[in-house]
């Protein structure tokens, strides 16, 4: 009589032979899933070439006055000419060079208010998060105090005591645009201040600056770039809005809002010197939105997955 042995089997689960993703493969895939992020990436993308290489690629001075061709409406239309392709303005500027040049103006004001915000609102979200009590007391009352005053009366306030420039208004909504960092800094520091992570540091015994720096703020920079994203489309708005009413960025440079104000007269009769600008304005903010929404999706943790 044979004794019956049992047979293991020894073939390979099916999850050995599983390829290992990098990380940045998935966050490829994740961004070409991502249609709303790549749209905007792409129109954020060429509208920044555009403003790069805005010296290269006008056609005109956007600065040269030519009365005798004041006017000349876009090449779609009867009178057009491809001398001037999207026409001229009141003072026969071209508006596609001033249009080039004023994708510069936007894009460094944006970006520029949006980094001293976010300096300012990080450090003290961070440092009221981290350290609670009396700290988070005083700072979570300047941020009340901040929420509670309307953005555009005081810009406009400020704007008309201390007259416009492309320096003030980047300084002005730098100080005006922080609270939001501070906020998401706040509750992230605060999520995150007991985390082993942090107490290994302290037990390591690592300085307070260092845990800030280099452990903490790490962690909560996704969030912080989301908020940028958003408070820089803000920032734009905030710049056209100032120049329009004539507070902003001063003539002759050629901002978006500065040439919707100097259209506004037209706008009845030749429409096309407020359209052009106004869409160039709408399709830069929705492409930063569009980068921000995304950007929260892929750092959500449904879209972790």
């Known amino acids: 009589m044979s004794d019956s042995t049992s047979t293991v089997s020894t073939a390979p689960s099916a999850n050995t032979f599983l390829p290992v993703v990098p990380e940045w493969r998935r966050m490829m895939n994740r961004f070409l899933g991502h249609r709303g992020l790549l749209m905007g990436s792409i129109i954020l993308g060429l509208i920044g070439v555009l403003a790069i290489l805005a010296p290269w690629l006008a056609p005109h001075d956007p600065y040269l006055q030519n009365i005798s061709q004041r006017m000349i409406p876009p090449v779609w239309h009867e009178k057009g000419s491809w001398e001037h392709i999207f026409g001229t303005d009141k003072l026969g500027r071209d508006y596609l060079s001033r249009l080039l040049y004023g994708a510069r103006i936007s894009l460094t004001i944006g970006l520029s208010a949006a980094l001293i915000s976010g300096l300012i609102g990080t450090t003290l979200g961070v440092l009221a998060g981290y350290f609670g009590g009396r700290v988070d007391a005083v700072i979570s009352y300047i941020i009340t105090t901040r929420l509670a005053m309307p953005v555009v009366l005081v810009a406009l306030a400020m704007s008309a005591l201390v007259g416009g420039s492309l320096q003030m208004v980047i300084i002005l909504l730098g100080l005006l645009l922080w609270d939001r960092f501070a906020v998401v800094a706040r509750s992230t520091t605060q ?8 107490a290994s540091a302290k037990v390591l015994g690592a300085s307070t600056t260092y845990i800030l720096v280099r452990e903490l703020l790490p962690n909560i ?10 408070e820089m489309a803000h920032a734009i708005l905030l710049e056209a809005t100032l120049s329009f009413l004539g507070l902003g960025v001063q003539p002759p440079m050629p901002s978006w809002g500065l040439m919707i104000s100097e259209g506004k007269a037209y706008m009845f009769f030749k429409t096309w010197v407020i359209a052009i600008p106004g869409i160039a304005l709408m399709v830069l903010v929705l492409a930063i939105n569009l980068v921000g929404d995304g950007l929260r999706d892929m750092n959500a943790p449904e879209g972790r997955n």
Request: proline share 0%; no cysteine; aromatic share 6%.
């Open 221 to 230: 920079l996704s969030a912080l770039i989301v908020v940028m994203t958003l």
């Open 191 to 198: 999520q995150l201040r007991d985390a082993e992570f942090i």
